[in-house]
């Protein structure tokens, strides 16, 4: 009978271990990342980027670090993510700041500043160079205990979706919008709108059933994929409305493991992901629109630049009243300002 040391028989295994991975693949990374996003599992931006960057994460770290992106209300409601990734439920979130609204008014107006940017490059600009991404720390730090923000940003300027033409500010008057609590709410109740609040996996059915006739709801592509523009034949693009700010952060026990180079290349991979997100976003949403308005069986309205400028003037309004809730409103108004007057917006 021959003896075979548990030494060999170890070693064995690690050698037949890695022999099964090289068949199958390569081998998953050391550690992957729970992060809920604030995406339906149908929206085109999370295809885009489980197919696109997803992979590269675990290229860019040498097999250390990967993410596992979760659909809305994956794990917990969107408005808990926070409180999850305090107590390790989560690892992480890349979600709407908006929805954390109801904690402080200064989430609002950094969430979402409403007919404020043009463009989701200027917003992204704001958090990495206008001190967007420290003040939402600021934020964290005094109301949610472990969280570390990542990053900030936004990928698309969303379009409007309506079931009746809505020309300018005068054609909101009496018309049901789904829209967020807070900021966006008080906006559209400003110029005649009714606002109603729903979750966004409500809103195809609401707008079938005509509980409501528009809605504040997502980019161009993503409401082409959930099939909103069958229903909801009179989108506004580009949207006059709503460029919401999208934060990526992860629990500071998950930060403070990592290694800093480990640190660095999250922090480059969120940048450079959501990079190409917004490019993709812009040439897809440009792609769609021009098919559909050569199909003819939509109406894609473009606002002219007075009725642009009409709204951003109401919101205005709405952003100084926000900004009276609470000091860090103030502080979150303040830097918006700032930044806007030196982008030549204000």
């Not at 079931?163 to 018309?175: Q, R």
């Not at 190409?276 to 897809?284: A, E, I, K, P, V």
Request: aromatic share 8%; net charge negative.
């Amino acid at each position: 009978m021959t003896f075979v040391s548990l030494k060999t028989l170890s070693a064995v295994a690690v050698l037949a271990t890695s022999v099964a991975a090289l068949a199958t693949g390569a081998l998953a990374a050391d550690r992957t990342l729970k992060i809920q996003t604030s995406s339906n599992a149908s929206h085109a931006s999370l295809a885009y980027l489980n197919a696109e960057w997803v992979p590269k994460l675990e290229t860019m770290t040498g097999g250390a670090l990967s993410v596992e992106l979760l659909p809305i209300d994956a794990v917990v409601p969107r408005r808990e993510t926070a409180e999850a990734i305090s107590v390790g439920i989560l690892d992480g979130d890349l979600t709407s700041i908006n929805y954390f609204a109801g904690v402080d008014p200064a989430f609002a107006l950094m969430g979402d500043l409403i007919a404020g940017y043009d463009s989701a490059d200027q917003i992204q600009a704001f958090c990495a160079q206008g001190g967007g991404k420290e003040i939402l720390q600021k934020l964290f730090d005094a109301h949610f205990e472990g969280v570390h923000v990542v990053g900030c940003g936004a990928y698309a300027r969303e379009a409007f979706v309506s079931k009746v033409p809505i020309n300018g500010v005068a054609d909101f008057k009496g018309v049901k919008v789904r829209s967020p609590e807070g900021l966006a709410a008080d906006v559209f109740k400003r110029v005649g709108a009714a606002p109603v609040s729903m979750s966004g996996s409500e809103t195809y059915g609401a707008l079938e059933k005509g509980v409501i006739d528009a809605a504040d709801n997502s980019a161009y592509a993503n409401n082409d994929a959930n099939g909103m523009h069958k229903i909801a034949k009179y989108p506004i693009f580009p949207g006059i409305h709503s460029t919401p700010i999208l934060q990526f952060t992860v629990s500071q026990t998950v930060w403070d493991e990592m290694s800093e180079a480990e640190q660095v290349a999250l922090e480059t991979w969120y940048l450079a992901a959501y990079n190409g997100l917004r490019q993709h976003f812009d040439r897809l949403d440009r792609q769609l629109v021009a098919r559909d308005k050569a199909a003819g069986d939509l109406t894609v309205i473009d606002w002219p630049q007075a009725e642009r400028d009409a709204f951003r003037k109401v919101a205005q309004e709405a952003w100084e009243d926000f900004a009276k809730g609470s000091d860090l409103a103030r502080e979150v108004y303040d830097a918006h300002i700032k930044f806007m007057k030196e982008a030549g917006l204000l």
